[in-house]
């Protein structure tokens, strides 16, 4: 299921198209509001959340503006089952925006600590904290963050979470730090769906965009492909093959119901829905030709965007929902086009190389992803900034695919091949900074997309 093949315009080309922190009662509200596992009960319940691999941080090129900070061990942290300060160093770093510097054994939230020393250790910023099992069986998780340049308590919090939640307990935390320290929101407490394929079987999986508490939304003896989230996180929309052909489906994530949204003569497929989470675009070829279509979220209310006779697909709409920019080999070869959300006359957007697919807008609609062919066979993943056009490549692996942005912009998800299989990186915009999601398994994973703040 390559995203790299814009075939006929029968309908096995939209398959291959789509295949593509200071203590207050608020800031401890933030990180208490931690019940992520209950909210794939209904599709996982009974299964056991498997102990999934780290993303490995790939450091490459890096410039000197990135904080170094020290995160010591937390007290009693054994206890918890989690290395509670390991996730936050490994988010931090994978972040691109900080280095690390070893800690100091035995520092809690509530030392004192010698600047001077931690200054002669080039730390710029210091964090320590304790875990302590409560009378009800959860534990009591509390940090503090230090300026060590200026001297000063940057503050701390407190934060009572269930066994099952302390993976997210340390990802909220290192979302507090990152926001305090650059200004800018973290994304380690978001998530990630992909496809998994192992064998002749797929599934679509949901995990923690560090890759730990993977959960099975659905498995299929047929391809699933092209998951795509709704804006308040709460459903994906996918293409299953189980009724072997493309179908469009959206499943809720709270409830694991699923719907049929798309099932029309030819096929259906590269669902992406709108800003608003009420509409969704894709590619049908209802009515010949693989063409974009606007339909609601209920499967009504079916309007087509685009007249030609190319193979129009991979839609995906700009933040504020005016616009959608798609695929298009109306020039002769696949091009990135975009027009206005209910319809017009596209305009075409890449004129390096001749052969871009899979875009993806930035939260700001600033910067777009893309992948891009050099030579014969080489797929790179681009960055573009829109307002001037300029473009990026910044990868150096040979068969990118499936680029997705971070809910903050600052980090992008994208599949590629690395030691034979398919494997997931995430990679600064600049390319500096890129980790690789390591497995245990001999599974090839791909098509990822990045979900949205929330749950």
């Not at 560090?210 to 699933?224: H, K, N, R, W, Y």
């Not at 206005?340 to 004129?351: D, I, L, Q, W």
Request: aromatic content about 8%.
């Amino acid at each position: 299921m390559s995203t790299k093949t814009i075939a006929s315009s029968s309908g096995v080309a939209a398959q291959a198209d789509a295949a593509t922190p200071s203590q207050t009662p608020s800031s401890s509200r933030n990180l208490a509001a931690l019940t992520r596992r209950s909210l794939l009960g209904g599709v996982a319940a009974g299964m056991a959340l498997p102990t999934w691999a780290q993303f490995r941080v790939e450091i490459a090129g890096v410039g000197a503006s990135r904080v170094p900070i020290a995160i010591s061990d937390f007290r009693d942290e054994t206890s918890t089952g989690q290395p509670l300060a390991a996730i936050i160093r490994a988010d931090l770093e994978r972040s691109g925006q900080f280095s690390m510097v070893p800690g100091q054994a035995g520092m809690t939230e509530t030392s004192a600590p010698q600047f001077v020393d931690w200054r002669a250790r080039a730390a710029d910023a210091l964090v320590a904290g304790s875990a302590t099992r409560l009378a009800d069986g959860r534990f009591d998780v509390r940090y503090r963050l230090w300026d060590v340049v200026k001297g000063t308590d940057l503050g701390s919090e407190s934060v009572p979470v269930v066994p099952a939640d302390l993976r997210l307990a340390a990802h909220k935390i290192a979302d507090a730090i990152y926001q305090k320290l650059t200004g800018d929101r973290g994304v380690f407490a978001t998530r990630l769906v992909y496809v998994n394929k192992a064998g002749p079987r797929y599934s679509l999986r949901v995990a923690d965009a560090d890759g730990e508490g993977e959960q099975t939304v659905l498995a299929s003896p047929e391809a699933i492909i092209s998951p795509a989230w709704s804006p308040d996180g709460n459903e994906i929309a996918y293409v299953s093959f189980e009724t072997r052909k493309a179908v469009v489906w959206i499943q809720d994530l709270r409830s694991g119901r699923r719907r049929k949204i798309a099932d029309f003569r030819g096929s259906n497929s590269a669902p992406a829905f709108a800003p608003s989470g009420q509409q969704l675009a894709m590619t049908l070829s209802r009515e010949g030709g693989s063409q974009l279509f606007l339909i609601n979220k209920d499967g009504s209310g079916v309007k087509r965007l685009t007249q030609s006779s190319a193979i129009d697909t991979e839609p995906v709409f700009s933040p504020d929902g005016a616009t959608i920019f798609f695929v298009s080999d109306r020039g002769g070869a696949p091009q990135i086009y975009k027009m206005p959300a209910s319809g017009g006359n596209p305009e075409r957007v890449t004129f390096s190389g001749n052969y871009n697919i899979s875009p993806s807008i930035s939260p700001d609609g600033r910067t777009m992803a893309y992948i891009t062919r050099v030579g014969g066979g080489t797929f790179k993943l681009c960055v573009m900034d829109l307002g001037s056009g300029q473009v990026q490549q910044i990868t150096d692996t040979s068969d990118d695919e499936s680029p997705s942005f971070a809910p903050n912009g600052k980090l992008i998800v994208y599949a590629t091949r690395a030691g034979g299989r398919d494997v997931l990186m995430t990679s600064t915009l600049d390319g500096k900074v890129k980790a690789k999601l390591a497995t245990p398994t001999v599974a090839d994973i791909r098509e990822p997309a990045w979900g949205p703040y929330g749950n």
